[in-house]
């Protein structure tokens, strides 16, 4: 436990060095901007899609005899909404991890760990699918724990959980792609679940924290990177 408190102290202070400072912003506001022009573009086919899909239940004839009809567009509306959060979190992760991983990774081995040798293990290929599978993983979690977002804890809990499975499952990866062999990194993510899956609510939790949860993805990157390669030197001296 002590290394995931480490992890998390010196990724926020590597966040005021000048090649952070760099790209700190770039994911989650390059995020915010796709979707906002998809949802200006879209929000009519989405509201409408749904709103269609609604109107043939039975509560669509029910509302409609109480002339309450506009409730399934409200509720339309929010649906598209509430979707719209995990999105933006997810795109801001992928873009760390194509542009801010790679720089990332290579000024916390330059900084803390100039002597570790790097294996290889991982592969772009390797990247890719560990990032389709682990995105279709948690679409699915999002979807079967939406209505716990009902309820007043599952509404915190539910998105929190998903949010550190996500962040873990695809840091852990590209943190470790480079200097990891294939056989030392099945070992750290065997050995460390426990810690990764902490270190990974530990950054989800500053999601909640405003203006700071735009500093998320490449906290998480670089707290995950100097935790893995951490955890990696320590591997290799015993």
Do not use: C, K
């Amino acid at each position: 436990m002590q290394d995931v408190f480490t992890a998390i102290t010196r990724a926020v202070r590597n966040l005021f060095d000048p090649r952070i400072i760099a790209i700190v912003f770039l994911p989650m506001l390059g995020s915010v901007l796709l979707w906002t022009v998809l949802a200006w573009l879209f929000w009519g086919s989405w509201t409408g899609g749904i709103a269609a899909a609604m109107a043939s239940t039975t509560v669509a004839g029910w509302l409609e005899g109480w002339s309450a009809t506009w409730v399934i567009d409200y509720t339309a509306a929010f649906v598209v909404l509430v979707g719209l959060l995990p999105a933006i979190y997810v795109t801001a992760l992928l873009i760390t991890e194509t542009f801010a991983m790679p720089v990332i990774v290579r000024f916390v081995a330059e900084r803390h760990h100039p002597e570790l040798a790097r294996a290889a293990g991982g592969t772009l290929a390797g990247s890719l699918l560990n990032a389709a599978s682990g995105v279709a993983v948690f679409a699915l979690l999002w979807i079967f724990t939406l209505p716990l977002w009902l309820t007043g804890v599952g509404a915190v809990l539910a998105p929190l959980l998903t949010s550190a499975w996500l962040a873990q499952r695809l840091f852990r990866y590209d943190a470790l792609a480079e200097h990891a062999s294939r056989e030392e990194f099945a070992r750290l993510v065997r050995e460390s679940r426990g810690d990764l899956f902490l270190l990974g609510i530990l950054v989800s939790l500053l999601l909640y924290v405003p203006l700071v949860n735009l500093l998320v993805p490449v906290l998480g990157g670089l707290a995950f990177t100097q935790f893995g390669l951490a955890r990696l030197a320590a591997l290799r001296r015993a």
